[in-house]
């Protein structure tokens, strides 16, 4: 079975440029989740759709944050413009359904804001 | 205060030492997972708990639902096993993540 697939693995841009991550979920998956998680952290919830709705997104930072996914199957997360502190490693995990199923999570992708 | 506590933060031991890795969480839950990252790698989850206790391989992890609380334990441990171990908890539609345990196994 193919896993979670994202793109880039890793990044670096300047502060105040703008970055795309694209996640390909699991062939079926009708949950999909951006994380970010920065250094010595536990990851952090900044989108959960479900199938092309978006489930929640209290923690994204709207103002320069963005996700979407179109026809509920890849999703991109954006960012316009990057501050320093967006450094973080974004994972996409994906799910049969939520909750009480297991999610399977993407490689991730390593930003770096300089 | 997280809803997701795991100690120790950071454990390092002897290849073949038996580890333990604790997760205390303090909302209601559905299931619990332990996952397993690392360095520069994704994520991939080792095991997904509601109850009692689950081996796969060196891994055992148990659930305790009425203490909140969890345990994974890695016999005969091996350096490949150096990762970060994280714990974290599903309520609701959501997930809530430990800050992580980071393991190191010296030969």
């Known amino acids: 079975e193919a896993g979670v697939a994202q793109s880039p693995r890793y990044k670096i841009i300047e502060k105040r440029q703008s970055v795309a991550f694209w996640c390909n979920p699991i062939?079926?998956?009708?949950?999909l989740y951006w994380y970010q998680q920065i250094l010595g952290q536990g990851p952090k919830l900044l989108i959960q759709?479900?199938?092309?709705?978006?489930?929640?997104d209290s923690q994204l930072p709207k103002d320069r944050f963005s996700a979407e996914r179109l026809k509920g199957v890849d999703s991109t997360l954006k960012i316009q413009p990057a501050k320093l502190e967006d450094s973080a490693v974004y994972l996409c995990?994906?799910?049969?359904?939520?909750?009480?199923?297991?999610?399977?999570f993407g490689q991730g992708t390593r930003l770096t804001v300089v | 205060k997280n809803e997701v506590e795991q100690s120790p933060q950071n454990l390092t031991a002897q290849e073949g030492e038996f580890i333990t890795i604790n997760c205390s969480y303090s909302?209601?839950?559905?299931?619990l997972h332990w996952l397993q990252q690392h360095p520069g790698g994704g994520i991939v989850s080792l095991f997904m708990?509601?109850?009692g206790k689950k081996k796969h391989g060196r891994l055992i992890a148990t659930i305790n639902i009425q203490e909140k609380h969890s345990s994974l334990h890695i016999t005969a441990s091996h350096p490949r096993d150096s990762a970060v171990y994280i714990c974290?908890?599903?309520?609701?539609?959501?997930?809530?993540f430990g800050t992580g345990t980071s393991l190191t196994v010296i030969p």
């Open positions: 995990a994906s799910s049969l359904r939520a909750p009480n199923t297991e999610a399977f």
């Open positions: 062939s079926g998956h009708a949950t």
């Open positions: 759709f479900q199938n092309n709705g978006v489930v929640d």
């Open positions: 909302v209601g839950i559905s299931a």
């Open positions: 708990l509601s109850s």
């Open positions: 974290a908890v599903n309520r609701g539609n959501q997930f809530y």
